[in-house]
């Protein structure tokens, strides 16, 4: 059965260093997005992605976030300067478009020390 | 806006009791999708049920059963004869369909089954 997967599994950066949490997302799917989950609490959508480009962001997606789809496989958050608060478990997800059934990746678990 | 509660922060229960976790929503939209989830201790969102706004059936799979009332804006959710392996946090989460795929979790339940 398809899967989305991420890489890596747990991230353990610096405060301040850049990271880049990397998906693969359901080969036939049309419609990306990242949740992140900080420890105890509900999960929470940063972004959506769709035809290259952002559909959608919550107000958590600020300037350093950035998203990308570098080739037709994987789909990459990018957070520029990481801060404490950027503890948490992050999710990639994707949907076909024609059903809402989101299919979550296992997460990748980033720890800012 | 759109916002779902599920107010009850942890649940215990001894094995083979029946549970039940509650969901209601907001949300203006007349189209729109509920789903649960089901993390377990190893930290993956797994699927467990979608429904939409349009279909109030009541639906059962296996020991799962869901109860979708518009009328109360509740979506519920009972697991019956409740077994230790259903120990995790359970997220209801809403999806306004207008904006293809975006999730509103609420807060989640978490679920302990004592053996």
């Known amino acids: 059965e398809p899967e989305v997967t991420q890489t890596p599994s747990h991230q353990v950066t610096q405060m301040g260093q850049e990271v880049i949490l990397r998906c693969v997302p359901i080969?036939?799917?049309?419609?990306f997005y990242w949740y992140r989950q900080i420890l105890g609490q509900k999960v929470e959508f940063l972004v959506s992605?769709?035809?290259?480009?952002?559909?959608?962001k919550s107000e958590i997606f600020d300037d350093q976030f950035s998203v990308e789809r570098p080739d037709g496989s994987n789909f990459t958050l990018k957070i520029r300067s990481t801060k404490l608060e950027d503890s948490a478990m992050y999710f990639c997800?994707?949907?076909?478009?024609?059903?809402?059934?989101?299919?979550f990746g296992p997460g990748t678990r980033l720890t800012v020390l | 806006a759109q916002k779902v509660t599920q107010a009850q922060t942890e649940i215990s229960v001894v094995e083979k009791e029946d549970v039940t976790l509650d969901c209601v929503y907001e949300?203006?939209?007349?189209?729109?999708?509920l789903f649960w989830y089901k993390q377990p201790p190893s930290g993956e969102l797994v699927f467990l049920i979608r429904?939409?706004?349009?279909?109030?059936q009541n639906e059962i799979s296996g020991r799962y059963s869901w109860n979708f009332q518009k009328s109360t804006s509740s979506f519920n959710f009972t697991i019956t004869a409740s077994q230790v392996v259903d120990s995790a946090v359970y997220f209801c989460?809403?999806?306004?369909?207008?904006?293809?795929?975006?999730?509103?979790f609420g807060r989640g339940t978490q679920l302990t089954v004592w053996p």
């Open positions: 989460a809403l999806d306004r369909g207008s904006t293809l795929g975006r999730l509103y």
């Open positions: 080969s036939n799917h049309l419609y």
């Open positions: 997800a994707s949907i076909t478009g024609e059903y809402n059934e989101q299919f």
């Open positions: 992605f769709y035809n290259n480009e952002i559909s959608e």
């Open positions: 429904r939409n706004s349009f279909d109030e």
């Open positions: 949300t203006r939209d007349t189209t729109y999708y």
